[in-house]
């Protein structure tokens, strides 16, 4: 009897706290990477602009960063479903279940889907002093000193680690590089400015402004073709263009909140996002950084479920291929 009052008094409080939805308490939008990054970047401009679509709302950003964004994801699927604690997270949402056999979460079961952000390409490049300037002779250069350089990423699962993998699979260097793990890309790329590490294969969203004020040296993109709106990364090849085949890797985001957010709350987020990816000025922020908003469909819930259990499928099927896991 006792602990039915319990869940009753629950349930009386989520309703409440639907009713007011937003009130007065900031709605924290946990990014899984460290500060600065590229999720970092997404998340910061997604939270201003909802905040003008959703009457009230105060979205602040808190980075949990860790073991390719498993810890940050699994903090949120545990937090308490009021709508005041979301996730963003992108395809490693999908890749860390087929990498890790030992989540402690289950994207498919413990996340309410709020809806897709954006895609976005990503782009190899190198530290300055690297001696090629081609994508023919950076990879001739690997090819033959892989066993002497070092490739940072942001955890297993995390997508320039993925992209690091798929890219090296295809090379085939005499000896693999080492690979440099960081608790995001945003501290990678400092060690990539400062020539501490080699290479990385990033989100356009943390290189294009390296990449054009001559910080890194870009190499190729990793779409099938190249980017041909873009004001300069239209410059650089596509890998698939290179020669690699079936190469074709876009990085996309979506938004989530913990199993059991009440309806109406999980309503007025999903309104919200979808204003928010109508914002002019959001939307020039992503072109101008080589991404781009998802179209009104993939911000329905539903879709934005079914596509992360589709790509879960398919990252599953080459994990399970491969044999290689995290744990
Ligand atoms: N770009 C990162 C990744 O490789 C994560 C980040 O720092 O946003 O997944």
Known sequence: MKRLLVIAAAILTLVAQAQNFPGTKPISIVVPFTAGGPTDKVARDLGVAMSKTLPGGNFVVENV???????????????????????????????????????????????????????????????????????RDFENYIRTNGGKLNIAHAGLGSA??????????????KEAMTTIP??????????????????????????????????????????????SDHKFLRYYPSLQEMGMKGFDLTIWHGLYAPKGTPEAITTALNEALKKALKDPEFIKKQVDLGALVV????????????????????????????GKYAD
């Open 182 to 227: 960081f608790g995001g890309t945003a501290p990678a790329m400092n060690a990539l400015v400062g020539g501490q590490v080699d290479v990385m294969c990033d989100q356009t969203t943390n290189t294009t402004a390296q990449i054009e004020s001559g910080r890194v040296k870009a190499f190729a993109v990793t779409t099938a073709k190249p980017l």
């Open 160 to 173: 320039s680690h993925i992209c690091g993998m798929l890219w090296q699979a295809q090379l085939e260097t």
């Open 65 to 135: 960063a860790g073991a390719g964004g498993t810890i940050g994801a699994s903090k949120v699927a545990r937090a308490n479903p009021d709508g005041h604690t979301l996730l963003l997270f992108h395809i490693g949402m999908a890749a860390t279940p087929a990498l890790y056999r030992k989540l402690s979460y289950k994207p498919l079961e413990d996340f309410e889907y709020l809806g897709m952000v954006n895609d976005v390409p990503m782009t190899l490049i190198g530290k300055p002093q690297l001696p090629a300037n081609t994508y």
């Open 295 to 322: 179209t009104d469909k993939r911000v329905q819930p539903a879709e934005h479920k079914k596509f992360v259990a589709g790509e879960i499928q398919k990252i599953k099927t080459a994990v399970d291929a491969s």
